[in-house]
């Protein structure tokens, strides 16, 4: 028996199975948030990661892309309503299909909207510094000199 032919039994003899494991990592998919991790960048990979556990675990579980992105907008907090508003106005999650020819319009894409998050979060660290600076000057011009 080679080395890769144990490795795949012991894959499948001792990889986590049942409605307990799926109840687990349910919850970690949809409990997830930009909170509990360094960044969006992060956070789109400990989703991803999570996800990814949940589709292994069996082949009837199903997870598409839309669920995907709903969960990671969702997950964004409220620093990001704004954004996550205009984004839901602005990009189909599932294609729009018409009736005239029954093709589906083009949808968004996961990496896209990483990258579009990121873009919100280097727009909202650059505003809080921004408004910090601000305070600090503001603070400093009140201050009545000490001659003590």
């Known amino acids: 028996m080679t080395i890769q032919r144990i490795l795949n039994r012991v894959k499948v003899e001792y990889q986590p199975t049942g ?7 349910d919850r970690r ?3 997830l948030s930009l909170s509990d991790c360094k960044d969006v960048m992060d956070f789109a990979q400990q989703l991803r990661k999570a996800r990814n556990k949940l589709l292994q675990l069996h082949k009837s579980v ?3 892309d839309p669920f995907l992105i709903i969960r990671f907008l969702e997950g964004l907090g409220p ?7 205009s984004f839901y106005q602005n990009y189909p ?11 589906g319009s083009l949808t968004v894409k996961f990496d896209d ?3 579009l998050a990121s873009k919100e979060e280097d727009g909202l660290k650059q505003e809080e510094s921004r408004s910090a600076l601000l305070t600090r000057r503001g603070q400093d011009k009140n201050q009545k000199p000490n001659y003590g």
Do not use: E, H, Q
């Open 79 to 85: 620093n990001y309503a704004i954004f996550r508003t």
């Open 62 to 64: 199903t997870l598409g």
């Open 93 to 103: 999650i599932i294609p729009a299909t018409s009736i005239k020819d029954g093709r």
């Open 113 to 115: 909207i990483i990258l």
């Open 29 to 31: 998919f949809n409990s």
């Open 19 to 25: 409605t307990a494991v799926f109840i687990s990592l």
